[in-house]
């Protein structure tokens, strides 16, 4: 979908680099310090480029060359089957010989598979390779964390239909940080990580230097994680869930904003004004960088990523997601509250809003987020 990009590197710098990472990596530990002397380190560059040098090279010898051949067997099955139960008739046969290989998508980021067909046997297949195991490759599935929209079979030893399921009963399949509707195949981000510590944990409060001026840049980063191409394009996603995934962008945000400044007011307590300031200038941010990630997903292929929708919506979307957030902390925001309703009262598309934004800002698709402590 996105177009790649290359660089020229000397052959030197590279070797520079990995002798860096595998020979030069050193831990603290309390107040002491280690040489790293054995293994890759945990969650370097390194260490995912090789895992995915390895796992491709696994994909190309073992993975696609099987489900090529399951592939291969299940059309002739099929083709035998329809010639037996047709009529004798040229036609018919001719009919019956118009059968395509079936078609399938596999994505893998790093050591994480995404295996998508409409032949149920083809992903059956798939599941049991990977279940069983590649011993060639000492690639083993994690029993615990597989993820499947369809009955894979008792006789595989594991329970059916293992997927998210939300309020309103639509089934969801977990992958690499993404919700992905099993049924439109739309696509939202999965927030499920953020539910197991309160929200401060994951965030670093700088108290030095201009705290105002570091809490103005915070906010805009905690928009750019959610933000990709793929939660915004119309060839993936309904109106109606485009707007839903900048929503949440923006719970999630007005949530974090809300830590920042609890964690912040113990050395400083900025006026509303300027909090109201940051707020409105990370709404008019957020439209810019999803057009700036849009345009940047243009390349020399066929496809190009769809973006309908107007600043306004944005901007309209952001004030809603911040007063239902900080309305939850009102003693602690009680002038910056009224603040945001003056601007929200006065914006154009409040009592006029479409069903598109009106499913955005419903609770109820957003429930997992709501569970989140902050």
């Not at 040098?53 to 067997?73: A, C, F, Q, T």
């Not at 369809?150 to 993404?178: A, M, T």
Request: charged fraction near 20%; charge should be positive.
């Amino acid at each position: 979908m996105f177009q790649g990009c290359s660089r020229l590197v000397k052959k030197e710098d590279i070797c520079f680099n990995l002798k860096e990472h595998l020979k030069q990596n050193v831990v603290q530990f309390d107040k002491n310090f280690y040489l790293q002397i054995k293994g890759i380190p945990q969650g370097s560059v390194l260490s995912s480029l090789l895992c995915s040098l390895y796992y491709g090279h696994m994909e190309r010898n073992l993975i696609i060359p099987l489900l090529e051949r399951v592939s291969k067997d299940i059309t002739e099955d099929l083709l035998t089957q329809q010639i037996s139960s047709s009529a004798s008739t040229m036609q018919n046969l001719r009919d019956v010989a118009v059968i395509a290989p079936l078609r399938y998508l596999l994505l893998r980021f790093i050591d994480d598979f995404l295996f998508i067909s409409m032949s149920k046997a083809l992903a059956a297949a798939f599941f049991s390779m990977l279940k069983g195991g590649i011993p060639d490759y000492n690639c083993y599935m994690n029993h615990e964390k597989f993820c499947s929209n369809f009955d894979i079979g008792h006789q595989l030893g594991h329970p059916s239909n293992r997927v998210c399921v939300s309020e309103k009963g639509i089934p969801y399949i977990c992958w690499s940080g993404l919700l992905i509707n099993s049924c439109t195949l739309e696509v939202q981000a999965d927030y499920s990580r953020y539910l197991i510590n309160h929200l401060r944990s994951a965030l670093t409060v700088r108290w030095q230097d201009r705290p105002g001026h570091n809490l103005k840049r915070k906010v805009c980063d905690f928009l750019r994680p959610k933000c990709h191409t793929i939660f915004f394009d119309s060839n993936i996603n309904s109106a109606a869930v485009v707007r839903l995934n900048i929503y949440q962008a923006f719970l999630l945000c007005a949530m974090k904003f809300h830590c920042y400044v609890s964690e912040l007011s113990y050395i400083c307590k900025l006026r509303a004004q300027f909090y109201l300031k940051i707020i409105m200038r990370s709404l008019r941010y957020m439209y810019r960088l999803i057009r700036r990630r849009m345009h940047s997903s243009y390349g020399g292929h066929n496809f190009r990523p769809i973006l309908n929708l107007q600043d306004q919506e944005v901007k309209w979307l952001g004030l809603h997601a911040y007063i239902q957030v900080l309305k939850m902390k009102q003693s602690r925001h009680k002038v910056l509250l009224s603040l945001l309703n003056s601007k929200y009262c006065a914006h154009k598309l409040t009592g006029n809003t479409s069903s598109d934004l009106n499913y955005a800002i419903e609770r109820s698709n957003s429930s997992s987020l709501w569970r989140i402590k902050y």
